[in-house]
T-cell receptor, first 114, second 111 residues
Framework: EAEVAQSPRYKITEKSQAVAFWCDPI?????LYWYRQILGQGPELLVQ????????DSQLPKDRFSAERLKGVDSTLKIQPAELGDSAMYLC????????????FGPGTRLTVT | AQTVTQSQPEMSVQEAETVTLSCTYD???????LFWYKQPPSRQMILVIR??????QNATENRFSVNFQKAAKSFSLKISDSQLGDAAMYFC????????FGAGTILRVKS
């Protein structure tokens, strides 16, 4: 069964350093989502892509976060510089175009900023 | 703004018994979907059950069923014949133009 892949699974970094996460959606899924899940809370949408275009990045802290999906397939989420408050699980999900109600989630990247 | 509220931070159930997890939501939209997701420890989030708002019939998936009360904006999940593998964090979620999650309920299953 096809799955959303994410790497790394765990990342520890010092504050003020740069960090990047990678996501490979299910083949054929044109829509890709990045969520942030703070411990004890539900996931919150950071950015949504339709193919290579950003559809919604209203909750993305653009002063330090950036996301790209250059060829409309895999995607990278970057944080520079990392802050202590960025410690969280970063989830990637994907769906077929036009079916946001059928999102498939990856295993996530757990980020710890020290 | 759309919100999803799960008032039970933690629930416990004895193996083979039934448990109900509560969820309320707030929206002015008439067409939307509601979901229950399961997130086991250190494992990925999976969809448990989905309800379309225009359908009056409550969704059922094997041991999982929902009680959808549209007027009351309530969407509870009932797990029957609970199993040890049901232990996880459960999230209620709503989607209009984007997926909005509640804070989650930790479900513990006792053997």
């Amino acid at each position: 069964e096809a799955e959303v892949a994410q790497s790394p699974r765990y990342k520890i970094t010092e504050k003020s350093q740069a960090v990047a996460f990678w996501c490979d959606p299910i083949s054929g899924h044109a829509t890709l989502y990045w969520y942030r899940q703070i411990l004890g809370q539900g996931p919150e949408l950071l950015v949504q892509f339709q193919d290579e275009s950003v559809v919604d990045d209203s909750q993305l802290p653009k002063d330090r976060f950036s996301a790209e999906r250059l060829k409309g397939v895999d995607s990278t989420l970057k944080i520079q510089p990392a802050e202590l408050g960025d410690s969280a699980m970063y989830l990637c999900a994907s769906s077929l175009s036009g079916t946001p109600y059928e999102q498939y989630f990856g295993p996530g990247t757990r980020l710890t900023v020290t | 703004a759309q919100t999803v509220t799960q008032s039970q931070p933690e629930m416990s159930v004895q193996e083979a018994e039934t448990v109900t997890l509560s969820c309320t939501y707030d929206t002015s939209e008439s067409d939307y979907y509601l979901f229950w997701y399961k997130q086991p420890p250190s494992r990925q989030m999976i969809l448990v059950i989905r309800q379309e708002a225009y359908k009056q019939q409550n969704a059922t998936e094997n041991r999982f069923s929902v009680n959808f009360q549209k007027a009351a904006k309530s969407f509870s999940l009932k797990i029957s014949d609970s199993q040890l593998g049901d232990a996880a964090m459960y999230f209620c979620a709503w989607i209009g133009n984007k997926l909005v999650f509640g804070a989650g309920t930790i479900l513990r299953v006792k053997s």
